[in-house]
């Protein structure tokens, strides 16, 4: 069986979309619902609304020298983000819930499945090496359906277990708006991201 579908051949995927009731007001926000005049940071795929205290890094492939990914350090977390292509009539955030279960699983971490404040998620005791010393590192796995997109985000630090935190990190997540574009796209591609503008550039 093969996964080379269009977003218009891929209507008898079954999957649910699984998004925040309040998604289309609240966010994470397709570009059609966001506000124009918002002064966000383009990233492309994404837009990120600046705020105090927010650093924002953009995680580079070293062979493509491609963006897969946008680090925020905010309220003593970190907030990872990647938007993906999804399906015009399904979403992916079921079935990639259970790839990371099993994923995490193979590497001797822990799973629960939860629900947070932006549906279900993943709390996860990942193995890490600090030093000579094998511990363990917790992370949120987040992930909301859109119109045609998917966004994936990976919680770390106070935001994982701290509930004042978590809340300023969700009301981050929630701010973003993704930018889907008109360009035919395999389900599950990753919708380019890129370098902002220069301050005061062209």
Not at 32 to 43: F, G, K, M, T
Not at 100 to 122: D, F
Not at 183 to 188: G, K, L, T, Y
């Amino acid at each position: 069986m093969s996964d080379e579908s269009t977003p218009e051949q891929d209507s008898d995927e079954q999957t649910t979309e699984v998004a925040p009731r309040d998604r289309a007001t609240e966010g994470p926000f397709d570009e059609s619902e966001a506000n124009p005049v918002r002064p966000y940071i383009d990233l492309g795929a994404i837009k990120i609304l600046p705020r105090e205290g927010l650093n924002l890094r953009l995680e580079v492939e070293e062979q493509t020298q491609r963006i897969v990914a946008v680090g925020l350090d905010y309220a003593d977390s970190t907030l990872q983000v990647q938007p993906f292509a999804a399906p015009r009539s399904s979403g992916l955030w079921d079935e990639t819930r259970a790839q990371i279960q099993e994923q995490i699983s193979q590497q001797g971490g822990t799973v629960t499945e939860r629900e947070g404040a932006l549906g279900a998620e993943l709390l996860a005791e990942i193995p890490a090496v600090a030093g000579d010393t094998a511990t363990t590192r917790l992370a949120r796995f987040v992930g909301v359906d859109g119109p045609r997109w998917f966004l994936r985000g990976v919680i770390g630090g106070a935001a994982a277990s701290d509930a004042e935190a978590a809340a300023s990190v969700e009301d981050l997540f929630r701010s973003i708006v993704v930018v889907r574009g008109g360009a035919p796209m395999p389900p599950r591609d990753l919708i380019p991201l890129r370098m902002p503008a220069a301050p005061g550039g062209a």
